[in-house]
């Protein structure tokens, strides 16, 4: 039986389908704080999230591929080091208090609107050279997206698409595309260490997952005719109002 919960997480998967195809993150920004509020605890939020953004990010990732925007090479230099140190997010969440959790959550996120200003200072349509060494910069942007999936639930994209303008000189298109396409990985390797934890519900994650599969074919055939400004305003924006809400829930979680 259908019931309010199942509609919401469908619908909650839609929305962060679309915010993945067309801003390069996994949608964990949109689906933990959706699944806390539901009443999950945080650590089951994160792991499962991670299950609805693996199918999400395979969706999208297919689409970019079919319509000739996905570098395989981009996405193995970044994915592999993400696998890996994405096991060390796990390892953590498992271990840090919930509202602690939340509040980290919340801080990356406010962290990022200030990457995401700071980029604007840098003339990225103009360069394609790298600022720093191409393999630490590499190892270095895939490791902190790694983390970031196994320890909040997110692809990584969050701190990726910044990271990759920033120190590998990559345009926002293609750094998004990429992402989306590293959040693959990142998202297995998360999602494997939460299940051997305990810690994903299957149905909660296939229902977010399924909807968000939707919403990625949907925002990766937008993605190519949207203007850069309107994206970063869309990203900046979401980010705010999310740092918010995520502080309020850590809130609730200390005083409950």
Same mark, same amino acid.
């Given at each position: 039986?259908?019931t309010?919960?199942?509609?919401?997480?469908?619908?909650?998967?839609?929305? =962060?389908? #679309?915010?993945?195809? &067309? +801003?390069?993150?996994?949608? $964990? %920004?949109? !689906?933990?704080?959706?699944?806390?509020? *539901?009443?999950?605890?945080?650590?089951?939020?994160?792991?499962?999230?991670?299950?609805?953004?693996?199918?999400?990010?395979?969706?999208?990732?297919?689409q970019?591929?079919?319509?000739?925007?996905?570098?395989?090479?981009?996405?193995?230099?970044?994915?592999?080091?993400?696998?890996?140190?994405?096991?060390?997010?796990?390892?953590?969440? =498992?271990? #840090?208090?919930?509202? &602690? +959790?939340?509040?980290?959550? $919340? %801080?990356? !996120?406010?962290?990022?609107?200030?990457? *995401?200003?700071?980029?604007?200072?840098?003339?990225?349509?103009?360069?394609?050279?790298e600022?720093?060494?191409p393999?630490?910069?590499?190892?270095?942007?895939?490791?902190?997206?790694?983390?970031?999936?196994?320890?909040?639930?997110?692809?990584?994209?969050?701190?990726?698409v910044?990271l990759?303008?920033?120190?590998?000189?990559?345009?926002?298109?293609?750094?998004?595309?990429t992402?989306?396409?590293?959040?693959?990985?990142?998202?297995?390797?998360?999602?494997?260490?939460?299940?051997?934890?305990?810690?994903v519900?299957?149905?909660?994650?296939?229902?977010?997952?399924?909807?968000?599969?939707?919403?990625?074919?949907?925002?990766?055939?937008?993605?190519?005719?949207?203007?850069?400004?309107?994206?970063?305003?869309?990203?900046?924006?979401?980010?705010?109002?999310?740092?918010?809400?995520?502080?309020?829930?850590?809130?609730?979680?200390?005083q409950?």
């Amino acid at each position: 039986m259908i019931t309010l919960d199942w509609l919401i997480l469908a619908s909650g998967g839609l929305v =962060s389908g #679309i915010l993945a195809g &067309l +801003l390069g993150i996994g949608g $964990g %920004i949109i !689906l933990v704080p959706l699944l806390v509020t *539901l009443g999950y605890v945080p650590v089951q939020a994160v792991a499962t999230s991670s299950l609805a953004i693996l199918i999400t990010s395979v969706s999208g990732s297919l689409q970019n591929w079919r319509m000739g925007y996905f570098d395989f090479k981009r996405v193995i230099y970044l994915g592999l080091p993400a696998a890996v140190t994405a096991q060390i997010g796990v390892y953590f969440a =498992s271990r #840090i208090t919930p509202y &602690l +959790l939340l509040v980290a959550f $919340g %801080i990356l !996120l406010l962290c990022n609107i200030y990457l *995401l200003e700071f980029r604007k200072h840098i003339n990225v349509e103009d360069r394609e050279t790298e600022l720093f060494n191409p393999i630490l910069s590499r190892l270095g942007t895939g490791g902190a997206a790694g983390i970031l999936a196994g320890l909040f639930g997110v692809g990584g994209g969050v701190i990726m698409v910044p990271l990759q303008m920033l120190l590998l000189g990559e345009q926002i298109k293609v750094a998004i595309q990429t992402s989306l396409g590293v959040i693959v990985s990142t998202a297995v390797s998360a999602c494997i260490g939460h299940a051997a934890e305990g810690n994903v519900l299957l149905v909660q994650g296939i229902l977010l997952g399924v909807g968000g599969l939707l919403g990625a074919q949907i925002s990766t055939r937008a993605l190519p005719k949207l203007p850069n400004s309107i994206m970063n305003f869309v990203f900046r924006f979401f980010l705010g109002i999310l740092s918010i809400y995520v502080f309020w829930q850590a809130w609730k979680v200390y005083q409950g």
